[in-house]
């Protein structure tokens, strides 16, 4: 299957800190990926690169055959919003708007009118196990209701990729377990694949193939570009 996110030869430091220390890693189309491995080895890092959030020192990443790291910080802010999609480990959400409009927002962003921007958001209720809510604000939904909404607004725009950070990592098992169930079902009945950090195997177990990080290098799984 066709490669949608290759990062290749990723390098970052922070000062001495080596987070990343050469990594590679590819992900095709439609693939789930979790990235494991013990606190500050270098998996947040390794997300927002690929992400476009961070630019790595070096090493490239490409998206459906285009690189996007050498992007103007413009183009690459452009490219997460309608590219790609973001959970979180807490919703995120804003506190002052209702659902639907939470949801909606990625669309408003680019220039789609409101009306029909909250009309698109609220398709997403229902497959999602929201009904009902749309007009809730964050305060009223329940943890996991939060993060199907969350899960809602990333997807609401038809990205290529998904990245979530500890999504489960605010809930209870039996929650968090439905939470990841619904956004890897929902992310790939999208097309799009998934990336997915966390410490927790449970989380993991949802992906389709993990990779190990331990200071700042892949240790199996990674396949390479
Ligand atoms: P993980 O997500 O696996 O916990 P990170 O990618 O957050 O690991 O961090 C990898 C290493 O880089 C750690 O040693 C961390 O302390 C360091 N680091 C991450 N971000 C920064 C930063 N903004 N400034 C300084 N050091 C950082």
Request: net charge positive.
């Amino acid at each position: 299957m066709k490669q949608a996110l290759v990062g290749r030869a990723l390098t970052k430091r922070f000062g001495q800190t080596v987070a990343l220390g050469g990594v590679d890693l590819a992900v095709r189309a439609g693939e789930a990926v979790a990235i494991m491995g013990p606190s500050g080895s270098g998996k947040s890092t390794l997300l927002h690169c690929l992400a476009g959030i961070m630019k790595p020192d070096s090493g490239e990443v490409h998206l459906l055959g285009g690189r996007i790291d050498d992007m103007r910080e413009r183009d690459r802010s452009a490219l997460r919003r309608t590219r790609f999609g973001f959970v979180f480990q807490f919703g995120q959400l804003l506190p002052e708007l209702p659902a639907d409009e939470n949801v909606a927002l990625p669309l408003m962003l680019g220039d789609v009118p409101r009306q029909q921007a909250v009309r698109q958001a609220r398709d997403w209720f229902g497959p999602l196990g929201l009904h009902g809510m749309e007009g809730r604000r964050p305060g009223e939904l329940s943890g996991g209701q939060a993060q199907r909404v969350a899960i809602a607004r990333a997807l609401v725009s038809k990205p290529a990729v998904v990245f979530a950070d500890e999504p489960t990592g605010a809930l209870d098992q039996s929650t968090g377990h439905e939470t990841m169930r619904l956004l890897v079902e929902a992310t790939k009945h999208n097309g799009a694949c998934l990336i997915v950090v966390t410490h927790d195997p449970n989380v993991a177990g949802w992906c389709d193939r993990t990779v190990e990080v331990r200071d700042g290098h892949l240790l199996a799984g990674g396949v390479r570009a």
